[in-house]
């Protein structure tokens, strides 16, 4: 009895030390599933931004082109210029269907954060719910057909075949034994994803940029015209249109911070891949505050 004494406290000592080990790599993966949600939340705000940009855009541009209209000297009717002022917009640069897809893109990423989490939590918890395995199902489907667009055509066939990698773990997280060998297995592929998406913000963030110095010009246009007809009381015109362009035109968004935050999360995952028991890893905590940042910054200036 003696000599099974130490071996019994061994053996505790070692169950403890499982886990602990088990908990503090769910913490550390819960971490890294809250950066993946902010993250995420940033991007899509950017992208309803480049929606609301243009449909700011298109709204003045009429305005703009029925005030400047001309008036025929011998009908005395003015050129064609219409302008609906209770139409709502349908975005064409970027549409709602695009952006649906541009949602799912984003699914993709979160979908892969939750089976990680479902999957740090344990064999009895290693099934994501019925709703996230339909969603997973049919972006694989659309990933298949090449649904989704990249900023270079020559990419699109990439981007798809990392999407349907990724949703292949999502519907079979399962069968991984360790987080590690789950994040190594689909680390090219997220490093892909992101990839597509930083230059798309670099894209959409010229794209805004242009916008807003387009409406500035034409309100100098009109601040000029008033000056000609109104003298120093066009003054109170420069301020109505500096107010006026202060709550239009928004300040063009940090894309930079936000690509930060995707490489954070490239890196986290490969900080995942290479994890044993968890614990601090700093490329975690990096994630969450570079991913809360830049949630925080986007949607406030939504």
Do not use: W
């Not at 004494?5 to 599933?33: E, N, W």
């Not at 305005?63 to 002022?85: G, I, M, N, R, V």
């Not at 292949?168 to 991984?176: F, Q, V």
């Amino acid at each position: 009895m003696r000599l099974l004494q130490p071996i019994a406290v061994v053996g505790a000592a070692l169950s403890m030390f499982a886990c602990s080990g088990l908990t503090q790599m769910q913490d550390t993966v819960t971490k890294f599933d809250q950066g993946v949600h902010s993250a995420s939340a940033a991007q899509m705000s950017l992208f309803r931004q480049v929606q609301t940009a243009e449909c700011t855009r298109n709204f003045y541009n009429q305005a703009f082109s029925f005030a400047t209209a001309e008036k025929d000297p011998k009908t005395h009717e003015y050129s064609k210029a219409p302008l609906d002022l209770t139409a709502s917009c349908t975005p064409q640069e970027l549409t709602n269907a695009q952006l649906e897809i541009r949602q799912k893109l984003m699914d993709t990423i979160t979908l892969y954060a939750d089976a990680i989490q479902t999957l740090a939590n344990g064999s009895d918890d290693t099934n994501l719910s019925k709703n996230s395995q339909n969603l997973a199902s049919s972006i694989q489907g659309l990933a298949k057909q090449q649904s989704f667009t990249a900023v270079k055509a020559t990419n699109a066939a990439a981007l798809n075949a990392a999407v349907v990698t990724i949703t292949n773990l999502i519907l079979d997280h399962a069968k991984y034994k360790e987080i590690k060998d789950a994040a190594s297995s689909v680390q090219q592929e997220l490093t892909t994803i992101v990839a597509e998406l930083k230059a798309e913000n670099l894209s959409d963030a010229q794209g805004l940029a242009s916008k807003a110095d387009s409406l500035t010009n034409e309100f100098q246009s009109a601040l000029l015209a008033a000056r000609d007809e109104k003298g120093p009381a066009s003054f109170l015109d420069v301020v109505e249109v500096h107010i006026t362009l202060q709550s239009i035109v928004a300040a063009p968004p940090n894309v930079a911070q936000l690509n930060d935050t995707l490489d954070a999360l490239v890196a986290a995952n490969q900080a995942l891949a290479r994890a044993t028991n968890g614990g601090a890893i700093p490329e975690i905590s990096d994630l969450i505050s570079r991913a809360q940042q830049a949630a925080t910054l986007f949607n406030s200036s939504k």
